[in-house]
């Protein structure tokens, strides 16, 4: 059969979850394409790019949409399991799963509305290919920067999910690249690394701003589940340690979040300066400045110079 659009995936990945329990997203492909009598020859089938599958490419898109309408989420990298809130949907044996069918979870709304009115923002912005998976009214240059804001948004989860997976040793030498792509201690060799053990002194990392080292930002670096939140107590046990190193910045990076107390503790402190960066902006700032994603493929737009045409 040829491969099914991405939606027609969603009820069936579900049901493969509701049964397995916990399923890993390669095991997923082959069981579905089993299930569903998709031919190895149809799995194989390009998309126009010739860079990827379209069947990776519409299972990918539906665990996408499932994890964003909160029914899937990740255990660990490369593997999922049904939300409470998927379970309960799935106790109603549904006998179809809709884009429609999504828009009664919040955060499914709330992802839609976000990455539709990134369009105009996504404008200045390199372009990516248009692999998102829906057709919607508006003009070729709206579509390209809907994709584009869906692409980048899938990306992000990505991104998330191979952070969550990564020791704590390598979470640090991350935040410190991402630090350095920043611009933080520019490009020189050594300006910053993450300290071989499990902290120094409460900190994880250090970024010389000078050549000679006299201006410092320390860092620390928390790899959390998405679920936990990183509390005031933990911010101000960082605050201590920067003390204790006699600094006056630092960075306090997490894959996960921040309680609202502990943002507004560290922008209430007034002889350090602490900046807080969870797990979606860091993400972001990853993908902002290449660490650890590369181009896939881009999109040249071009438009009439009518200047040119004008007589000289």
Do not use: C
Request: glycine share 10%; proline share 3%.
């Amino acid at each position: 059969m040829a491969v099914p659009t991405y939606d027609e995936f969603f009820l069936p990945l579900l049901s493969l979850l509701a049964e397995r329990h916990q399923v890993s997203f390669g095991e997923a492909k082959d069981l579905l394409a089993e299930r569903m009598g998709i031919s190895d020859e149809d799995r194989d089938q390009l998309l126009p790019s010739g860079r990827q599958s379209r069947y990776d490419n519409r299972v990918g898109w539906a665990r996408t949409y499932l994890t964003k309408a909160g029914l899937v989420r990740s255990v660990q990298r490369g593997v999922y399991e049904l939300t409470e809130s998927g379970k309960q949907f799935m106790s109603g044996n549904p006998s179809s799963v809709t884009v429609e069918s999504l828009m009664v979870f919040a955060p499914f709304r709330e992802w839609r509305e976000a990455y539709k009115g990134a369009t105009s923002a996504s404008a200045g912005t390199a372009a990516a290919p248009v692999t998102a998976p829906e057709a919607e009214t508006g003009t070729p240059e709206e579509l390209i920067g809907a994709a584009h804001a869906q692409l980048r948004e899938a990306l992000a989860m990505d991104v998330s999910e191979a952070l969550q997976g990564v020791s704590w040793q390598r979470f640090e030498q991350i935040v410190v690249d991402v630090l350095l792509a920043l611009g933080y201690g520019g490009s020189r060799a050594g300006a910053g690394h993450a300290f071989r053990k499990s902290g120094d002194g409460g900190v994880d990392g250090v970024i010389n701003e000078d050549r000679l080292g006299l201006s410092k930002i320390y860092v620390q670096a928390k790899r959390k589940a998405a679920d936990y939140r990183v509390s005031r107590p933990d911010v101000q046990a960082f605050v201590g340690s920067l003390l204790g190193q006699k600094a006056r910045q630092g960075v306090f990076i997490t894959t996960s979040s921040f309680t609202q107390e502990a943002y507004d503790y560290a922008s209430g402190l007034s002889d350090q300066r602490v900046v807080l960066i969870d797990g979606e902006v860091l993400a972001q700032y990853m993908i902002d400045h290449d660490v650890g994603v590369r181009e896939q493929e881009s999109f040249v737009i071009k438009r009439l110079n009518r200047d040119y045409f004008e007589d000289v």
